[in-house]
């Protein structure tokens, strides 16, 4: 892993980017990383712009502000055009094709269509489609291990949710499979 990895999760309100970009952390920290998570919400309650930036280090991380990531993951089109061009040279973008049918059109990133929503549903529910990108991007990334990714979750939705947990492995499962085709490109 390099030393540090930047990321952004957006989307609307609702779609799961605050519970994706929460996970990858505590994830991290699982595994004895330094972390830092920043919400950032619009000032709707439901249905407005909301992210979320991760940094993941294995040294102390200097600063919180992060304003060009390595990578982003984007759930709508505001998101993209907010982000898109603000990813590093080099960087990685994740667009949910299901919500978005352009893209950045960027020719130094690695740019993948995860068709969240559409696999979500494949899978059996909608409201997955955060863990569907989030398991292509640690995928891709290898940011962290899947194995402490799974234990975290579980230990998150515990038993407050355990009619969920095997709906988000499933999710967790295919958003690897494309992960992994992207990793393979990169």
Do not use: H
Request: aromatic share 6%; net charge positive; charged share 25%.
């Amino acid at each position: 892993m390099a030393t540090q990895k930047e990321v952004v999760f957006a989307g609307f309100g609702g779609q799961g980017v605050m519970t994706a970009g929460q996970l990858l952390a505590y994830t991290a920290m699982e595994e004895g990383k330094q972390v830092i998570w920043i919400p950032s919400y619009g000032p709707e309650m439901r249905g407005g712009t909301a992210n979320c930036t991760v940094v993941v280090s294995e040294n102390r991380i200097g600063s919180p502000v992060i304003n060009n990531p390595q990578s982003a993951c984007v759930f709508n089109r505001p998101s993209l055009d907010r982000f898109g061009a603000t990813i590093k040279k080099g960087g990685l973008l994740l667009i949910n094709s299901s919500l978005i049918d352009i893209t950045s059109e960027r020719d130094d990133i690695t740019e993948a269509l995860v068709p969240c929503n559409d696999i979500a549903s494949k899978v059996g529910n909608a409201r997955v489609a955060n863990m569907v990108m989030l398991a292509a991007y640690v995928a891709a990334t290898d940011i962290v291990s899947f194995k402490t990714l799974k234990k975290m979750l579980t230990e998150k939705l515990g038993s407050r949710k355990k009619e969920l947990l095997e709906i988000n492995y499933k999710a967790f499962d295919e958003g690897r499979k494309l992960g992994k085709k992207i990793a393979a490109k990169g």
